[in-house]
């Protein structure tokens, strides 16, 4: 059973409650005992002692309980670090990336443009001739690898 809205309850007021009911406990179970002998308060002796031994259970229980929570806590803080680090890589990474599509799409505009040109420049010839030269074919290949070989 998983008691998540501990998660929302600050750490001193755990501690103070977890404490207080182990105290409060041990408190009552002992005066349990000890009122026994006394006349006007010998009738609530057996249910001091009862329910002082269960807030003393509860106390103990709810302490351990509470180191556990402390534990994972540590866990947690720890995990929201490592998280914030690699965070930090990722978005230098993703900068890098970005540069390196913003230069590669630069160069490739840049081709593109030159091989534009290129064939603007050779137009008439293209069109006179109505054949392939090793011009026109080198620049068709040029066109489709991007301007890179």
Known sequence: ???????LIPTS????????????????F????IFKYVPFVKAYNFPLRVIGFILLL??????GGLG???EYRARIEEMK?????FEQKSAEENRKIEEK??????VIKQDTDATLAEIARLKEQINANCEL????????????SGGTE
């Open 1 to 7: 059973m998983s008691l998540w809205f501990i998660q």
């Open 13 to 28: 007021w755990l501690e103070f409650a977890a404490l207080m009911i182990l105290i409060v406990g041990a408190v009552m």
């Open 30 to 33: 002992f005066a349990g005992q």
């Open 58 to 63: 509860a106390g103990a229980y709810f302490n």
């Open 68 to 70: 556990v929570e402390m």
């Open 81 to 85: 670090a490592r998280i914030e680090v």
């Open 101 to 106: 599509i913003v230069t590669e799409t630069r």
């Open 133 to 144: 030269t090793p011009d026109m074919i080198e620049l068709y290949n040029k066109g489709i």
